[in-house]
């Protein structure tokens, strides 16, 4: 795996079936920090330490950028640099946060279903995918 410290990520996303898809970044492929997005114009960044029995929801919430339900195309853009994590969707910016949990690691793409979902399955394609190192 490829790790990255201060990076800009940028990946297209469109959920099929299922409830989210998002992205996996500063991971050692078991912690690291994860942004969500759902059909209904949700996000969520969530922290998973190393250590930790319960993720930390560094923030959420809903986001008018978002193109809602299944089949949309969305553009999620992520900068990392130093202790600030900063996110995109679809050009504008949502938010940033300060957490230096982790400073490195390799990024990755997911799919999901929420604990409670009528959903049995999980599809979201990803392309374009662009990652400069800064």
């Given amino acids: 795996m490829t790790s990255f410290n201060d990076f800009a990520f940028e990946v297209k996303m469109s959920i099929t079936t299922?409830?989210?898809?998002?992205v996996i970044f500063r991971t050692d492929g078991n912690y690291g920090y994860v942004l969500t997005?759902?059909?209904h114009g949700?996000?969520?960044?969530?922290?998973?330490?190393?250590g930790s029995t319960q993720p930390k929801t560094l923030w959420e919430?809903?986001?008018?950028?978002?193109?809602q339900g299944y089949g949309q195309v969305n553009t999620v853009g992520i900068?990392?640099?130093?202790?600030?994590?900063?996110?995109?969707?679809n050009s504008q910016r949502i938010n940033s946060v300060s957490n230096s949990t982790f400073t490195s690691g390799g990024v990755g793409m997911i799919g999901g279903l929420y604990s409670n979902s009528t959903n049995k399955n999980s599809d979201v394609?990803?392309?374009s995918l662009?990652?400069?190192s800064l």
């Fill in 42 to 50: 949700f996000s969520r960044l969530t922290l998973y330490a190393t």
């Fill in 79 to 89: 900068v990392t640099q130093g202790s600030t994590i900063s996110w995109y969707i």
């Fill in 61 to 67: 919430g809903k986001v008018s950028a978002l193109k």
């Fill in 130 to 132: 662009r990652v400069w």
């Fill in 18 to 22: 299922g409830d989210v898809g998002g």
């Fill in 125 to 127: 394609t990803f392309g």
């Fill in 37 to 39: 997005i759902d059909t």
